[in-house]
């Protein structure tokens, strides 16, 4: 079975703490990774992807996150948080032999105190 | 670009009625996908088309559910004799071409059977 698995359901932080959001997945070959974040009330929001190259990418609103193929891990960081970046936050795989879908982790909770 | 719209924003039915969401895709982009989100299952991944044409159904619970893509402006999900389980968030992504792309969502369709 291919999973992906968020080790935190919630993690709180200062603003201004720097974050780091855990992310696991089975291998299984080739692999599409992505990270997104859900605010309140609204649909999902997409942050950063990887397939290839570079394993380490950057997204949105200061957001970066590190592809690891010895750890099976793709964790989202943030250097500085800011209150608005209280969110949950899902990490989500497509595996090629799968294809056409990609699989959610369960999220994680960022909660952001000023 | 208003993004992906999906209505009603919430619904709410009596069970054994049948509710009908919908969903319209950003123009111009190929695939559409419908996941169900809930606080103990997560995101489930229900369907996905691609320029109109089924490819993957495999998350769609084979009784009362049922998706189409009549045209390429919308999608319908359809499910009938609405059962108190079936209450959830109903979220519609669409994508340039495919699941290796970023996902455009909607804010959902929250669907409460009494």
């Known amino acids: 079975t291919q999973t992906v698995s968020q080790s935190d359901a919630h993690v709180t932080v200062f603003e201004g703490d720097s974050v780091e959001l855990r992310c696991n997945y089975s291998?299984?070959?080739?692999?599409?990774l992505s990270w997104y974040i859900q605010h309140h009330g609204h649909g999902l929001q997409f942050l950063l992807k990887?397939?290839?190259?570079?394993?380490v990418v950057q997204g949105v609103n200061g957001f970066e996150a590190e592809f690891s193929k010895s750890d099976s891990s793709f964790h989202l960081r943030k250097a500085s948080v800011h209150w608005s970046d209280s969110a949950v936050y899902f990490c989500?795989?497509?595996?090629?032999?799968?294809?056409?879908?990609?699989?959610f982790g369960i999220g994680t909770l960022l909660s952001v105190k000023p | 670009n208003a993004g992906v719209i999906q209505t009603p924003r919430h619904k709410v039915t009596g069970k054994g009625q049948e509710a009908t969401l919908w969903c319209e895709p950003i123009?111009?982009?190929?695939?559409v996908f419908w996941y169900r989100q809930t606080i103990v299952q997560g995101l489930e991944f229900l369907t996905y088309?691609?320029?109109?044409?089924?490819?993957?159904d495999s998350g769609m619970p084979k009784e009362r559910f049922s998706a189409q893509m009549p045209n390429q402006s919308h999608s319908t999900l359809k499910i009938q004799s609405t059962q108190p389980q079936d209450s959830a968030v109903y979220l519609c992504?669409?994508?340039?071409?495919?699941?290796?792309?970023?996902?455009?969502f909607g804010h959902g369709t929250k669907l409460s059977v009494l």
């Open positions: 088309f691609r320029n109109q044409a089924p490819i993957d």
């Open positions: 989500a795989v497509n595996y090629g032999s799968s294809g056409n879908k990609l699989i």
């Open positions: 123009s111009g982009h190929s695939a």
């Open positions: 990887y397939y290839s190259g570079n394993p």
């Open positions: 992504a669409s994508s340039s071409t495919g699941a290796n792309e970023r996902l455009f």
């Open positions: 291998y299984g070959g080739s692999i599409y």
